[in-house]
């Protein structure tokens, strides 16, 4: 899954595609590179981040969206929790939905996926991004995310959407410690278990920075193969990432040598 940040204020690339032909150029870059999904955002979810209204959010993504549907060379996802946005980029193309709130936000997205058919990820989230790294505690972060995340398959499905468009993300980076973080890599497999694609979003995250003392997100590049190389060996199967080119190289390498 390539990330395409129509942002001014992503942590790694805010505003570096901002301008809809520089994101949509992206988009194909990374698309010829091997992603699968290309999933465009308009909101930064980044630690304080402030938010984007509706109207803001389509603005930045909607030409983006349908110049990369129509291309038809990789499915492509909208990163929103807003029912208008994902409407109006569900209309323009998009078959996936990846809300970071897991239908929390705003509940009647659960519907729109269900009606139209579509994939979708539900992420765990301590709190929203301008909150969400104030002292998170957890008494066992993996129980803990586990137990939300189960709450919230019970409400999609229970809301129509089919189980087979389920994917989940127990939201690396998302309202968690270092400590917190390497666990949730560690026990990936975990869940695994519950019998859905698990999707790993670790890339270029500022807990990389801390462990390997590169400031600048572009150079977590390296710590980002190993978290997803190990994530792969314990059953992820959706890699969330910035640097497409490179996580296929890896993963097709670990792909030959591990058993799956």
Not at 85 to 99: I, P, R, T
Not at 168 to 183: A, R, S
């Amino acid at each position: 899954m390539g990330i395409v940040n129509v942002t001014p204020d992503s942590f790694s690339d805010g505003g570096a595609f901002l301008d809809e032909r520089d994101a949509i150029a992206h988009g194909r870059r990374l698309a010829a590179e091997g992603a699968a999904i290309l999933d465009v955002g308009g909101e930064s979810t980044r630690p304080g981040a402030a938010a984007v209204d509706a109207g803001e959010e389509l603005r930045r993504v909607g030409p983006v969206v349908a110049a990369l549907a129509a291309d038809g060379v990789a499915r492509v996802s909208i990163d929103t929790s807003k029912v208008d946005v994902a409407q109006s980029a569900l209309d323009a193309g998009a078959v996936y939905v990846n809300d970071v709130t897991a239908f929390r936000a705003e509940p009647e997205l659960a519907g729109l996926v269900a009606d139209r058919g579509v994939d979708c990820c539900l992420m765990h989230m301590l709190g929203d991004p301008r909150t969400m790294q104030r002292d998170p505690r957890y008494d066992d972060v993996v129980d803990d995310i586990l137990a939300f995340l189960e709450e919230r398959i019970t409400f999609a499905v229970g809301e129509g959407v089919a189980e087979h468009r389920i994917q989940i993300d127990p939201g690396i980076g998302f309202g968690k410690t270092i400590e917190h973080n390497l666990e949730l890599v560690r026990r990936i497999d975990a869940f695994c278990t519950l019998g859905f694609p698990v999707v790993v979003g670790t890339s270029r995250k500022s807990f990389l920075g801390r462990l390997t003392g590169r400031d600048e997100p572009a150079r977590r590049v390296a710590a980002t193969l190993a978290t997803n190389v190990l994530a792969y060996e314990r059953g992820a199967s959706v890699f969330r990432v910035h640097d497409v080119a490179e996580h296929v190289d890896a993963l097709t390498v670990a792909a030959a040598t591990l058993p799956r």
